[in-house]
């Protein structure tokens, strides 16, 4: 009997504990919000930073302002202190463009496992005058990783260091040929081996035709195609907060877009690395330069990053990391 006593109450203290653990997310999650992505977006996607191209002003701009964010917020370098710049040698992509560079945030955690979110924070530059802001593609990626860093890094202040560390990824030259995370994944700040998952944002302040009538929603690809636990990890994320509509159809093998081969998180795929992809789909100012910081739905940006940063926040700091099958 008293065998039978203890484990029923093991088992009734579990969820005791996924419930203190989803009151502290939430605690942090808070700190994610409309206002400030769209402060933060607005800046970033302006005629400032001129679009943003591989190797340009704009982009090293760009860069600046992200360390500059990072350093403000006394987030680490995962690479030296107070360098946050992987820079990237022309000849890795055969002296096609100037010099460029990934920037790196890091919180580090109790273990050397990582989890990477990644955005890219590249875009187009400026075309016959006129200048590709990229506010969707990829500026709300872009700072939405930057708030998610700024939660966890307020969780490590208060005393919840997560047991795996988080590194943010702002990856350059992905509207080159998703050059910035082939350069990263041959050449890891953290070794590839401790690199649980990858969660990668591209585009996610938008909503796409196909949900003009519902937008609480999100795109999710890859989340099943190397662990179908992830994907149960990531399902069960929606439900105990945000609750959007997760839609899959363009995870799909047969999808003619193939989205699955086409932004950064198929780096790390390729090496065996469980990835989950946000995205919003395509829209009439998809990589065109009315790509505005005005069209952006923060509301929505911020429901959508607070998913992400659940999802994070469960990946960090559960007993194993999600297998591969």
């Given amino acids: 009997m008293k065998y039978i006593w203890t484990v029923s109450l093991t088992l009734l203290l579990i969820p005791s504990v996924l419930i203190a653990q989803n009151a502290k997310a939430e605690k942090f999650a808070k700190s994610i919000t409309a206002d400030e992505?769209?402060?933060?977006?607005?800046?970033?996607?302006?005629?400032?930073?001129?679009?943003?191209?591989?190797?340009?002003?704009?982009?090293?701009?760009?860069?600046?302002?992200?360390?500059?964010?990072?350093?403000?917020?006394?987030?680490?370098?995962?690479?030296?202190?107070?360098?946050?710049?992987?820079e990237i040698p022309?000849?890795?992509?055969?002296?096609?463009?100037?010099p460029t560079e990934n920037v790196l945030g890091f919180i580090p955690g109790k273990t050397n496992e990582v989890i990477v979110l990644s955005a890219h924070y590249d875009h187009l530059g400026i075309k016959d005058g006129k200048i590709f802001n990229g506010a969707d593609d990829d500026g709300s990626g872009s700072m939405a990783i930057l708030e998610?860093?700024?939660a966890f890094k307020k969780a490590a202040d208060a005393g919840h260091q997560p047991k795996r560390g988080i590194l943010i990824l702002h990856v350059t030259a992905e509207e080159k040929g998703l050059i910035g995370s082939d350069y990263y994944s041959k050449n890891p700040v953290i070794p590839l081996a401790?690199?649980?998952?990858?969660?990668?944002?591209?585009?996610?302040?938008?909503?796409?035709?196909?949900?003009?009538?519902?937008?609480?929603?999100?795109?999710?690809?890859?989340s099943d195609r190397l662990s179908t636990?992830?994907?149960?990890?990531?399902?069960?994320?929606?439900?105990?907060?945000?609750?959007?509509e997760l839609d899959y159809k363009y995870n799909a093998k047969s999808d003619p877009n193939r989205f699955y081969y086409r932004s950064d998180?198929?780096?790390?795929?390729?090496?065996?690395?469980?990835?989950?992809?946000?995205?919003?789909?395509?829209?009439?100012?998809?990589?065109?330069?009315?790509?505005?910081?005005?069209?952006?739905n923060y509301e929505?940006?911020?429901?959508?990053?607070?998913?992400?940063?659940?999802?994070?926040?469960?990946?960090?700091?559960?007993e194993k990391k999600p297998a591969l099958d």
């Fill in 90 to 98: 022309t000849e890795f992509y055969k002296d096609k463009y100037p």
């Fill in 265 to 296: 998180h198929y780096n790390f795929a390729k090496h065996d690395i469980p990835v989950i992809f946000y995205f919003n789909g395509t829209h009439a100012d998809y990589h065109k330069p009315t790509d505005t910081a005005d069209k952006l």
């Fill in 37 to 86: 992505l769209q402060e933060m977006v607005y800046t970033f996607a302006s005629d400032e930073f001129e679009g943003r191209n591989t190797g340009k002003k704009g982009q090293k701009k760009a860069a600046g302002y992200i360390a500059d964010f990072y350093r403000e917020n006394d987030i680490e370098s995962p690479i030296r202190k107070g360098d946050y710049f992987q």
């Fill in 300 to 318: 929505l940006l911020e429901k959508r990053t607070r998913l992400i940063f659940h999802t994070a926040w469960k990946l960090a700091n559960r």
């Fill in 194 to 222: 401790q690199t649980v998952t990858n969660l990668n944002i591209d585009m996610i302040g938008r909503v796409d035709k196909r949900h003009q009538d519902n937008p609480n929603y999100i795109y999710l690809i890859g």
């Fill in 148 to 150: 998610i860093a700024e």
């Fill in 229 to 244: 636990e992830l994907h149960k990890i990531s399902e069960r994320a929606n439900q105990e907060t945000v609750d959007l």
